[in-house]
């Protein structure tokens, strides 16, 4: 691969996490880089107990690193009080889990619009944006179905959507076709990354499918508490 000539919108730079209880200090990240660039697909393959939600977390903002920095479209995060960051988050950041968390008594195109209305977008165009992303995703004979009235990829793509509605710049999403059939799984798969690619997005996506990642643009994973790249 190149050397990008941007800088990466999604940096961690020696980040370390642990964990104190009464008898112990568990380190789960001693130390990990990772540098993610615009439009560039980056998939976290790790077993469970490495440390891969920990990643995610603090990648997302969820977690503070106990040391390190993590850097978000060249802002550093780790001192922010919980104000800046839930900024960053709500703006900055979108999310994709494996449940779908969609909220069942609204349409697909209300889904899509609350994250920007919470955002402060009116009414008007955040219903105009969620309709052409989830049209551009496949689902505009969806709109005015609610989650029940949708299959399981139908309901992942409506996640997606909600996910970039604000026009974050970083994409986080973990096992996000974990609950779908192997053919499923992929159509959603590969419009994840298709969008990535359309968009600019800096995705990290946490899989344990590994024909899936590997046509993502780079493999990583977590080894004693240091993200190695993978071949």
Known sequence: MSTPTTDPVLFLWKVERRFVDAEQTLEIIRGADLAIWPGQSVALIAPSGTGKSTLLHMAGLLERPDKGEIYVAGQATAELDDK???????????FVYQAHHLLPEFTALENVMLPQMIGGLDRT???????????YLGLGERLTHRPAELSGGEQQRVALARAVANRPRVLLADEPTGNLDPVTSERVFM??????????????VATHNLELARRMDRRVTIRDGLVVELP
Do not use: C, H, P
């Open 125 to 135: 165009e955040a219903k105009l944006r969620s309709a052409d992303l989830l049209r």
């Open 191 to 204: 419009t994840l990354v298709q969008l990535v690619k359309a968009t600019g997005l800096a995705a990290l």
């Open 84 to 94: 800046a960051r839930t900024a960053i988050r709500r703006n900055g950041l979108g």
